[in-house]
Structures are given as C-alpha cells and as structure tokens.
C-alpha cells in the first residue's frame, strides 16, 4: 500500500511513523508513506497556502490551488482511482470497520486540513470523503491522520506478527478482550485470577466473552453500542 500525506508540518510526521510497528511495516516494504509539504505546491514568493475568508469571519481558509496541484501530481503517478481523504472534525466518524475498508486500498491519499478550514472547491470536487476522529476540535488534521495511518497499517498482511493477532482484536471479534495479566503472580498483594493457571480460558471459543459476562453494563453496552461506526450527528 502507498499512502500519500498532504500537511503544512511534514515534520510532525517524523516520530509516529520512524518508530515501532509502523517504521518495521515501512522497512520490510508492506506500506510506503510519502509526506508532501502543501507548500511545495505555490508559485508565489511567500509560498502562501490560505487567504481571508470572503464574506469575511475570523480565521483563514487553505486556498484550493496548492491541494488539487499536490493531489494532481500525485495521481501522476498513482491513478486517479484512489480515495482523497480529508482530516477534518466534520467528517464521518473513523472506527474499526473504516480502518477495515481503507486497508483494501491499494493507495490512500490524506489532507490534513488547518486553520478555519479549506476553500469548499476542494471539498466538493477533490476530495472522495471526510473523517474525523473524534468529537473534538484538534489544531490541524495531521494528528488525525496519524491515528488513521496506524489503524490501517497495523491490519495489512504482514504487519502484525500473525494475522490472528488483529482479528482477535476486542472491535474486529465484538468482544471485549479479556484482562491479561504477566508475572509476578502476586504484586503489592494483588493476585492473578486462579482460573489463569487452569487452562480455560484459552478453551474458550473467544476468551474476550468471559469478560463481557464480568463487565458492568454500562461498559458492555457502550462498546456494543461503538462497533457500528456512529454517524455524524446532525446539529
Ligand atoms: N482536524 C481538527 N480536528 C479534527 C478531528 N477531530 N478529526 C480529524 N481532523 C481534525
């Protein structure tokens, strides 16, 4: 999978992605990311990327030129055919099962969005759909694309150290995953279950059931309540 990351602060992208699971699945090829500074994309001096609203308000909006050039010269190389994201908190809430769709892709293109927002051109005619991460205003969407890029890499083949490891995940089964406990067996006079050292739980078909049956229901019903991905509210 190659994915595309159009941001005003390509270095923000430099920890996240240089580290762990997500810097392993780049080094053994499963995934190519490639930052592209919106900037990179002007013509003038002051390399400007946004401008006064009209009809005036507060804030500045990301001007439409730079993003369908970027977006434009990306799909150059890579087909027109693939989906334009943009992070913005008036998108469609991201979940588990929106991680599942886009792992299909074999390209993905991000807008991180800033300031007041983007010139509503590039909403209407470039970009294929909008996510948020949350209910919550962030300073920019590159922390959003962040989170979108580790849930979808983390289930392309090979990433994991076994497939089975994501689709035992609590959100892919339904099913909250049961506690784990590691040694010591007794810490500060706390001890680990005695029907962890009976064998049983590893019999269980989903070990994650017996821990819904012990979970209050408030907790049971919101995690059912949170595998279908929520749609906006409206309002
Ligand atoms: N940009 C600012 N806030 C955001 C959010 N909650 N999700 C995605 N992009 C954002």
Not at 11 to 18: E, L, R, V, Y
Not at 85 to 96: D, K, M, V
Not at 134 to 163: I, K, N, Q
């Amino acid at each position: 999978m190659r994915i595309d990351i159009l941001s005003l602060f390509p270095q923000m992208f430099d920890s996240p992605f240089g580290e762990s699971i997500i810097r392993r699945a780049i080094d053994r090829g499963l995934v190519s990311i490639l930052i592209h500074n919106i900037r990179d994309f002007t013509h003038d001096k002051h390399h400007t990327v946004d401008d006064y609203p009209y009809g005036g308000g507060s804030g500045m909006v990301l001007k439409p030129a730079p993003l369908f050039e970027a977006v434009e010269s990306i799909k150059e190389e890579i087909g027109d055919a693939s989906p334009v994201i943009l992070l913005t908190p008036q998108g469609r809430l991201f979940c588990h099962q929106m991680a599942q769709e886009l792992s299909t892709q074999p390209n993905l293109i991000l807008i991180c969005g800033h300031y007041e927002g983007v010139d509503e051109r590039v909403r209407e005619h470039l970009v294929t759909d909008e996510v948020s991460i949350g209910e919550y205003v962030l300073t920019g969407g590159e922390l959003a694309a962040m989170v979108v890029v580790d849930a979808v890499v983390r289930l392309l083949p090979g990433v994991l150290s076994s497939e089975q490891a994501s689709q035992e995940d609590s959100y892919a089964q339904g099913f909250l995953e049961y506690p784990q406990y590691t040694r010591p067996q007794a810490y500060k006079g706390w001890e680990v279950p005695p029907v962890y050292f009976q064998g049983i739980i590893r019999k269980l078909p989903h070990g994650g059931v017996s821990k819904l049956f012990n979970a209050p229901w408030s907790v049971v019903l919101t995690f059912w309540g949170r595998l279908f991905c929520p749609k906006r509210r409206e309002g």
